[in-house]
């Protein structure tokens, strides 16, 4: 079982940043394959970014690369998102998700995860 706390989600004028973090425990931090994703009102839950064992590789979806940047601290168990230059169509709720046995899921598709946390709402205004 894995346990995920996302924080630091807020509201943040346009051209802002926040860095969204996400609390994990349960299982060794540095075995798990972790990704965020977000959910605006009315829409599905879409793919942002996604991080391998290390930092080696990275995954982004198109809207926020050169914006967005996910990195781990695995001496901290801790996952982050630095959002910059946010724009009010980032306005959503932001999960981060674990995978904890590394399947074969491309990291961008939400069968790849099996644990996920409650959420953090960030509200981009203009």
């Known amino acids: 079982q894995v346990h995920l706390v996302e924080s630091g989600g807020g509201l943040v004028q346009a051209g802002g940043s926040l860095r969204l973090s996400c609390a994990a425990s349960g299982r060794p931090f540095s075995s798990l394959e972790m990704g965020w994703f977000r959910q605006a009102p009315g829409k599905e839950r879409e793919f942002v970014a996604a991080?391998?064992?290390?930092?080696?590789?990275?995954y982004y979806a198109d809207s926020v690369k050169g914006r967005f940047t996910i990195s781990r601290d695995n001496a901290k168990n801790t996952l982050y998102l630095q959002m910059n230059n946010l724009n009010i169509g980032d306005t959503a709720v932001y999960y981060c998700a674990a995978d904890p046995t590394g399947t074969a899921w491309l990291p961008s598709t939400r069968e790849k995860y099996d644990y996920w946390g409650q959420g953090t709402q960030v509200t981009v205004s203009s």
């Open positions: 991080v391998g064992w290390t930092e080696i590789k990275k």
